[in-house]
């Protein structure tokens, strides 16, 4: 399965859509998902929000903010280009291999439940050796689930976890956010 | 030791990356002018705000160098007038104060860095609040330093604090409190000198006020601080008026901020049409 790009050549912002496409590329295998991908980057906006839809092919709407290095404005990060575009990933994958059928549709996910999915997404990726800052998305679930102890170790459960369903990914979240099911 | 120092000589070791201003408001690029499906409801900085964490973490990295800057600012001043002939030692005595706040200021926001998972140097440092330090008379850098820049930590410390409030978020609220009351301070500092040694000099004071307004209109920071909801910074009213700040004062500062919003808009939709334009034509 290969992973397209568009657009191919950019004019705000310094990326490089053949670097993308690598990228998505070496994902596909290490993530083990075989469907097409095709990333569309938003380049008129510094903004970084990332949507996808499954489909025959798996669609990633990126915002240009995503895939950018925050030291140097306008410049491509491998780094967060990885990692954004494998959380995009392997919520995909989630949502295709099984377990979550019932999660609601990605514009219906409150921020709490975006919260601890991201956290369960990047906990993965950190063991498949991507570089994050588990801090930051300590930092985040804690902005959704309050600043308690019972919110952390809720995080650290997810973080370290590999196979949950959404149902039992809902049921630590909500224990972390005070609100058991 | 070397007085006036320049912009682009400020120590900082391969962990930073500075940006001019005009860099900055080069990238065509901008949410302000995206289109209302792609707009946020608001850009204003509150929780609720889908990128909230990340944006309250690159905003306390923008505190961070400015507290950095600011320190230098305040540290400048006391060394490169001369004491009596062109400052007043009782202000250069303030000044030093303020250069230890600042340095304590710096060291908070490192540590709230790190809680909120941001590395020193992660994002690019703008270096305009430092270029408003460089005045060579010390009137004019209480008039763009402690009244415009600080005035503008009254709102970004403003923001930050409420945020921290709800979000429930203990060491944000409890710092930002603290740092707050340290620039009213500051502010306060500003106005009372500004005051005290152009009292006999109206023009000095007219060349202080309108420089202070070309500063504002700067640190609106093309329309990111203003009453707006478009801007993820508010106008911090109660907080500028308890640091000498005039009602019309506030007023002129509201008004300036909102028309840097609007014209960064319009830079923002010119430099887009060149970027388009640029791009069909290659």
């Known amino acids: 399965m290969t992973v397209s790009v568009t657009p191919a050549n950019f004019s705000f ?20 998902i075989d469907r097409p991908v095709h990333v569309e980057v938003d ?61 609601p549709a990605d514009d219906e996910l409150s921020l709490r439940q975006i919260a601890a999915w991201e956290t369960y997404c990047v906990g993965r990726l950190a063991r498949m050796g991507v570089p994050v800052n588990q801090q930051r998305w300590k930092y985040n679930f804690r902005n959704r689930h309050g600043f308690t102890d019972v919110a952390d170790a809720a995080f650290e459960r997810i973080w370290a976890s590999d196979g949950l369903t959404w149902g039992e990914l809902e049921t630590v979240s909500l224990e972390g956010a005070g609100t058991p099911s | 030791m070397r007085k006036f120092f320049p912009v682009d000589s400020l120590a900082r070791d391969s962990r930073f990356n500075q940006i001019t201003m005009k860099q900055s408001q080069a990238d065509p690029r901008s949410a302000l002018i995206a289109t209302e499906e792609k707009r946020p409801k608001t850009n204003r900085l509150q929780p609720s705000r889908a990128d909230a964490s990340d944006a309250a973490r690159s905003l306390m990295h923008g505190i961070f160098v400015g507290e950095i800057q600011a320190l230098e600012g305040a540290g400048r001043t006391c060394h490169d007038f001369e004491t009596g002939t062109e400052a ?54 209480l008039a763009g330093v402690n009244r415009a820049l600080e005035g503008l930590a009254i709102d970004v410390f403003t923001t930050m604090k409420e945020f921290g409030d709800i979000a429930g978020d203990p060491f944000l609220e409890f710092c930002e409190d603290w740092m707050l009351a340290d620039e009213v301070t500051h502010v306060k500092m500003g106005s009372d000198w500004l005051r005290r040694i152009t009292e006999n000099d109206p023009e000095r004071r007219k060349k202080a006020l309108e420089f202070q307004s070309v500063v504002d209109k700067i640190f609106s920071f093309g329309g990111t601080r203003s009453d707006s909801q478009e801007s993820p910074i508010g106008l911090a009213r109660r907080f500028r008026e308890l640091a000498g700040f005039s009602d019309d004062e506030v007023e002129d500062i509201a008004d300036v901020s909102l028309r840097a919003l609007e014209e960064r808009k319009a830079f923002a939709r010119q430099a887009q049409a060149e970027a388009v334009e640029q791009f069909s034509a290659s």
């Not at chain 1, 859509?17 to 295998?29: K, V």
Request: charged share 30%.
């Open chain 2, 88 to 141: 007043p030692f009782a202000l250069k005595l303030d000044m030093a104060r303020q250069a230890w706040d600042e340095a304590r200021h710096v060291e908070i926001s490192v540590k709230l860095s790190e809680w909120m998972g941001t590395e020193i140097g992660q994002y690019a440092e703008n270096t305009v609040l430092f270029e408003a330090a460089c005045s060579t008379d010390p009137v004019l850098r």
């Open chain 1, 43 to 103: 380049e008129t906006t510094p903004l970084g929000r990332v949507r996808t839809e499954i489909g025959d092919t798996i669609t990633v709407r990126v915002e240009s903010g995503a895939f950018e290095d925050s030291r140097k404005p306008r410049q491509q990060s491998d780094e967060a280009t990885t990692a954004n575009l494998g959380r995009a990933l392997l919520r995909a994958r989630d949502r295709i291999s099984g377990g979550f059928g019932e999660a």
């Open chain 1, 13 to 32: 912002v310094d990326f490089d859509a053949e670097l993308i496409r690598r990228i998505g590329d070496g994902l596909l295998e290490v993530l083990g």
